[in-house]
């Protein structure tokens, strides 16, 4: 048989006496407070506080975007350090080439103003670049094949075709023979055209012509170049504006006058009257 402990006994005593209300006997004292402290203790024990809620992190904020500016600035190449001494070079560079160019040649007025009358009165029948259209050509040389000098040329704009229709006009010796009228009716520039040209707008067109076209050049008539003095009193006259009317009749009379200035020559080109002191400006 088993033996019950002791201990377990006088519990057992204790719960009866508490049950029945009795006192019991001293003994069972000590197990009343043994069961009280229990109580006491599961009463004073803390309440197990409840999980705390997790915190959660905000998310942290997108980085701001850069302006396009800034962009292209920091991807942008940068100057490598060995380059840093030819860039600050550059501007004594620049000021070494300024200094070694020319500066552009104005051209002189007679080319000019002859060139602006020529677009404004010629270049739709002759062509802006003397190529020819409705009108014969004049580039190429053909200006001076046609007119060796400037008077009969004069004379021919001025009168216009009709007078001479149907008859050949210029130096009989050109290999670009040329009939009046062939290529239609060139109209008058002189007094009696729908056109009515000043003295010396005529003569700068001519000089336009021969200069552009036939390569005529200005200067020392010994070194077989037309004579400068003309082209000088030429633009004299125009800054000074004079308004001189052309006078068919004496167009006339210095284009006979010309192809019999320099014996045996029955048109004598520009260079060869200069020469012959034919018509020269008088100083």
Wanted: proline share 8%.
């Amino acid at each position: 048989m088993t033996e019950i402990p002791q201990h377990l006994l006088d519990r057992s005593k204790a719960r009866r006496a508490l049950l029945t209300g009795g006192g019991g006997d001293a003994a069972a004292a000590p197990a009343a407070d043994a069961g009280t402290e229990v109580v006491k203790a599961e009463a004073a024990a803390p309440v197990a506080a409840a999980p705390a809620a997790a915190v959660v992190e905000a998310a942290p904020e997108p980085p701001k975007p850069v302006p396009h500016f800034m962009k292209a600035s920091n991807e942008r190449t940068r100057i490598p350090v060995w380059a840093m001494p030819i860039v600050a070079a550059l501007p004594l560079w620049g000021l070494v080439y300024a200094g070694t160019l020319k500066p552009p040649v104005q051209e002189r007025v007679a080319f000019a103003e002859g060139r602006e009358l020529y677009e404004e009165h010629c270049a739709s029948c002759h062509g802006a670049e003397g190529g020819g259209g409705t009108g014969y050509a004049f580039s190429g040389g053909a200006v001076v094949q046609t007119f060796p000098n400037r008077y009969e040329q004069m004379l021919h704009i001025a009168r216009g075709s009709e007078p001479i229709a149907g008859e050949a006009y210029g130096d009989p010796a050109s290999a670009d023979a040329r009939v009046s009228g062939a290529r239609g009716v060139m109209p008058a520039f002189g007094p009696n055209g729908t056109t009515n040209l000043t003295q010396v707008e005529l003569e700068l067109i001519v000089v336009h012509e021969r200069h552009e076209f036939g390569g005529e050049e200005y200067g020392d008539p010994e070194a077989g170049e037309a004579d400068e003095a003309y082209l000088e009193h030429l633009e004299e006259l125009y800054e000074e504006g004079v308004e001189e009317e052309i006078d068919l009749a004496e167009l006339q009379r210095l284009s006979d006058e010309a192809q019999a200035a320099v014996e045996g020559i029955p048109y004598p080109s520009q260079n060869e009257l200069d020469v012959a002191g034919f018509n020269a400006i008088e100083e």
